[in-house]
C-alpha cells in the first residue's frame, strides 16, 4: 500500500516504570528513540502491550506529553485512545489530535459484551461528531482481548460514513483469513491494514497491506525493516523467520513481562521489569527460559542495543 501514513514497522511500545509504579517517561522516551532508530517507522503507544488499562487518563495524557517534550515526533506516534467511556475516548482522541499525531488506535467499548454492529456503529459516531476533524482512527480489532470484534460489514459501514476519519485496523486477532479479507475488501479505498502478529508481515504486505504493529517488535524490529525493505527474496525471507521465530520464544512466557525480561537483560536494566499489577514480573524459571529462547531464535545481540551491560 503507497501513502500509507503508518506504513512499515510499528512497535506497541512497552512502558516502562518507576518503582512507586508511576511511569518512566524518560526511560520511555529513550527506548522510542532506539526503536526508530532501529527499524521502527512508528511507534504505537499504551495499546495492549503498553498497559493502557492500568493507567488513568492522567497518566495517559502526561505519557504522550513527556514523549513529545523529549523530541519523540508526535507524527510517528499512534497512541490508543479506546476506553469503556465514550467520554474517556473522546477526551483521549482529542488530546492525541491537539498534540500533533496524525493517528490514535481505537478500541471498541469493551465492557458490555456482544454489542450489535449498529450499537458499534452509533458509538463511533458519536465519538468521531465530538472530537471534531483533524485525527484518523485506526480501528483495534483484538477480540481475544476485547471480546468484541469488529465485523467486515461494521467496518464497510464506518469507512462509508466517515471516509475522511476511519483510516485503518490494526489485526490482532491471529487470524490471516481475517486480516486478508480486509485487504482485499477495502484497501483499495485507502483502508490501511496493520497485522498485530509478525509471523504475518511478508503476506500482509504481499497481499497489500501497511505493516505490522507488533509486541516483539520492541526488540527484534530490524528484522521486520528488512522485510518491509525488500518484501521478497531470500534476505527477506530469512529476516520473515528471524521475526516469527523471536515472536514465538517472546510468546514461550506471557508476553508482557516477557518483553520485558529481554529488554531488562539486553541492557542489563532491572528497572525494565517493573510492571503494574495484575500483571507480574516472570520468576526465576521463567526468566531463564525466555532469555534461551529468544538468545536460540536469533534474536539477541540486536545491533544498536547500545546500552547492554550484560557482559560486565
Not at 185 to 191: I, N
Not at 240 to 265: D, F, N, W
Not at 269 to 288: C, F, G, V, Y
Request: net charge neutral; glycine share 10%.
Amino acid at each position: 500500500m503507497k501513502n500509507a501514513i503508518y506504513g512499515g514497522i510499528n512497535a506497541a511500545v512497552l512502558t516502562p516504570m518507576h518503582a512507586d509504579l508511576t511511569p518512566d517517561v524518560a526511560r520511555m522516551a529513550e527506548h522510542a528513540a532506539w526503536l526508530l532508530a532501529n527499524g521502527c517507522n512508528g511507534l504505537g503507544l499504551l495499546g495492549t502491550t503498553g498497559e493502557a488499562a492500568s493507567f488513568g487518563l492522567h497518566e495517559r495524557r502526561a505519557i504522550l506529553e513527556g514523549l513529545i517534550a523529549a523530541g519523540i515526533p508526535a507524527a510517528k506516534l499512534m497512541p490508543g485512545t479506546g476506553c469503556a467511556s465514550l467520554g474517556d475516548t473522546v477526551e483521549l482522541t482529542r488530546h492525541a489530535r491537539d498534540m500533533g499525531c496524525p493517528g490514535v488506535l481505537m478500541l471498541p467499548p469493551f465492557y458490555y459484551k456482544a454489542p450489535s454492529d449498529d450499537g458499534l456503529f452509533a458509538y463511533f459516531s458519536a465519538v468521531i461528531e465530538r472530537v471534531g476533524p483533524g485525527i484518523k482512527i485506526y480501528l483495534y480489532h483484538f477480540p481475544q482481548q476485547s471480546a468484541v470484534p469488529f465485523s467486515l460489514d461494521l467496518i464497510d459501514r464506518l469507512i462509508t460514513a466517515f471516509p475522511d476519519t476511519i483510516k485503518g485496523v490494526k489485526d490482532s486477532s491471529g487470524d490471516y483469513a481475517n486480516m486478508l479479507a480486509m485487504v482485499e475488501r477495502f484497501s483499495a479505498r485507502g483502508f490501511e491494514v496493520y497485522s498485530g502478529s509478525d509471523e504475518f508481515l511478508q503476506q500482509i504486505l504481499a497481499a497489500g497491506g501497511a505493516g505490522c504493529i507488533t509486541a516483539a517488535s520492541n526488540a527484534n524490529s530490524q528484522f521486520g525493516a528488512v522485510v518491509y525493505a525488500k518484501r521478497t527474496g531470500p534476505e527477506a525471507d530469512a529476516a520473515q523467520a528471524r521475526m516469527t521465530a523471536t515472536r514465538r520464544a517472546a510468546t514461550s512466557v506471557p508476553l508482557i513481562p516477557g518483553l520485558r525480561e529481554i529488554i531488562a537483560r539486553s541492557r542489563g536494566d532491572n528497572a525494565w521489569r517493573t510492571i503494574r499489577p495484575p500483571h507480574l514480573p516472570l520468576n526465576a524459571e521463567q526468566a531463564d527460559k525466555i532469555w534461551a529462547a529468544w538468545e536460540a531464535a536469533g534474536g539477541l545481540p540486536l545491533p544498536g542495543l547500545g546500552l547492554a551491560k550484560a557482559a560486565e
